[in-house]
């Protein structure tokens, strides 16, 4: 009985409620997740029911929540077959649009509330700069904005490991002892949170005396994803999640023996359904010219 009155009492307030305040007729939520975008629509002034509204104009999955909301979930940015539910994808250097829309569609023989097509994108960028402490592990995290239609958040860690297997994440910090220059290094960046259909690709990664990624004194491991010389082997590139590579373990002539070495590498986020994503390289290694400083084994 208590549960029957409540109800009747909510049905009340909503009659008695009246028309929808003009700004809410124009509010659409959006939230953009690396694999799900959620969108919210109110349910007033346009007098729809939920199940007389379609995302993409095919699928009626909304459901009803509390606020005064209509909600539709795009729960998967990587289908096998087509895109969910009508969602369409384009990229425009360096930007990945995602976008849908949410229409009317009744087959009544009249129809007495007005048409609505509610339009909504997601968007992120492709390319990203990551830098740490080749020597002392951080990670950094990337907030890609766009504007009033919503944002994706994913993580980027240019990360160390132990061997060549790329399993285990080597404990930071650590310390290359004179005795290991000339040693192998093994890195490489991942993306967490995304879509399977992303894949990272290097597209540039150098070192540096500095933390300044612009720093004069540099030398180049990775060029247009390939390696710069026969000592440096990229082992994935643009194949998974991950992107992973080793490297011989140095110094920079005539810079502080106690000093870090900081790794840089320009980052882009590849859309496997769109291009091909693997970075293929001519066989032939051939040295780069280096510039401000020279490399030396111990």
């Not at 009155?5 to 929808?20: D, M, Q």
């Not at 093994?186 to 070192?207: H, I, P, Q």
């Not at 026969?230 to 005539?254: C, D, L, P």
Request: proline letters at 5%.
């Amino acid at each position: 009985m208590v549960t029957l009155t409540i109800y009747l009492l909510v049905i009340l307030a909503r009659s008695l409620a009246g028309p929808c305040s003009p700004n809410k007729a124009d509010v659409i939520l959006v939230y953009c997740y690396p694999k799900t975008i959620i969108t919210k629509i109110p349910e007033c002034p346009y007098g729809w029911e939920v199940n007389q509204l379609a995302l993409g104009g095919i699928c009626y999955n909304g459901i009803h929540d509390l606020a005064g909301y209509y909600q539709f979930t795009i729960p998967d940015l990587s289908p096998k077959n087509k895109s969910y539910c009508g969602t369409q994808s384009e990229f425009k250097n360096p930007v990945y649009h995602f976008y849908n829309s949410i229409v009317s569609n009744d087959t009544s023989v009249i129809v007495k509330s007005q048409p609505v097509n509610y339009s909504f994108t997601c968007t992120y960028n492709a390319n990203y700069l990551v830098n740490q402490a080749a020597f002392d592990q951080r990670v950094a995290t990337i907030h890609v904005k766009n504007g009033s239609s919503g944002s994706f958040e994913s993580q980027l860690s240019l990360n160390f490991y132990s061997n060549a297997k790329f399993s285990s994440i080597k404990e930071a910090p650590f310390v290359i002892e004179t005795s290991e220059i000339g040693s192998d290094l093994f890195a490489g960046v991942e993306a967490k949170g995304l879509s399977d259909r992303f894949k990272v690709v290097l597209n540039n990664c150098w070192a540096t005396p500095s933390s300044e990624y612009f720093y004069q004194i540099h030398w180049p491991l990775i060029t247009k994803g390939c390696s710069t010389d026969s000592s440096i082997v990229v082992h994935e590139n643009g194949k998974t999640s991950r992107a992973t590579f080793q490297f011989n373990a140095f110094r920079f002539r005539n810079i502080p023996k106690l000093s870090k070495v900081w790794l840089h590498c320009e980052t882009h986020v590849c859309d496997s359904e769109k291009f091909s994503c693997p970075v293929t390289c001519d066989r032939r290694k051939q040295r780069m010219e280096q510039t401000g400083g020279v490399l030396v084994a111990e």
